[in-house]
């Protein structure tokens, strides 16, 4: 089984809801000019109005598993 596949079957079983979006590219075009960023953190309203904070992150073959780790819990804990 590929990798991604297996990890889309992970999670699926792990978190217990559909993830809809997740992460991207997003923007505005005015007709004349693109303003977009890359989401990697952002709050979700759902249909019920719940609020989810959403976190992404990029995990390589090079990734170090602390390093990677750390930079979650920075990512996903707010001040």
Known sequence: MKPKKKTIEILEKIEGYERGFF???FGYFD???LDSAVMIRYIEQDNNSNLIY???G???SD???LDEYNEMID???IP
């Open 23 to 25: 992460s991207g590219v």
């Open 31 to 33: 007709g004349k000019e």
């Open 54 to 56: 959403k976190s992404g």
């Open 58 to 60: 990029g995990i390589t």
């Open 63 to 65: 990734s170090d598993v």
């Open 75 to 77: 990512k996903v804990y």
